[in-house]
Every structure is written in structure tokens, then in C-alpha cells.
């Protein structure tokens, strides 16, 4: 699905299109920014992100959104934050 919105530097995104920037967390009482923030937040899980490789005894293929280590078979989200990843290397 095409996205709506879309990332600007590491704490800011915009509607595609539209040159408002707005705050990845807005204050809750900017509802209108606040609704966009969440669907931008909701379109960033989709969006798949690769591998993460960790070395050591706990070490394997972790998320790389939540960091947390893949235990099963590949999935094409993570089981635990919901974010889309990518396996190919
Ligand atoms: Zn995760």
C-alpha cells in the first residue's frame, strides 16, 4: 500500500505531499497531529526494516526496531513489536 506519510530526520515526519513537519510525539491534546503521529507510526511497522546481527553467546538475529532476538523460524513481522522485516542480506 502507498504510504501517507513519511519520515523527516529522526524525531519529525510529514504527510507525503504536504510540507507541515510534525513531531513524532505530539502532545496528546494536538489531536489532529496526534492521529498522524499514530498513522505514521502504524506505517513505519509495515515498512520492512533488514536484520539486525548480534555477536556473542546470546547473539542471533534480532529486531531491529525493538532489538529483541528471533527465537523461531522467520516471520515476516516480529512477534514481538510488530515491525516488518526484511531477511535478505
Ligand atoms: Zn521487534
Known sequence: MERLTEPYGANYFRVCGNKTVYNRKP?????VAFA?????????????????????????????????????ERSPHCPYCGQAIDWKN
Do not use: H, N, T
Open 36 to 72: 498522524l503521529a499514530k498513522l505514521f507510526q502504524i506505517e513505519e511497522l509495515d515498512e520492512p526494516k533488514k536484520v539486525v546481527m548480534v555477536d556473542g553467546f546470546y547473539g542471533g538475529l534480532a529486531c531491529p526496531s525493538c532489538g529483541e532476538i528471533f527465537k523461531s
Open 27 to 31: 502532545q496528546k491534546s494536538s489531536r
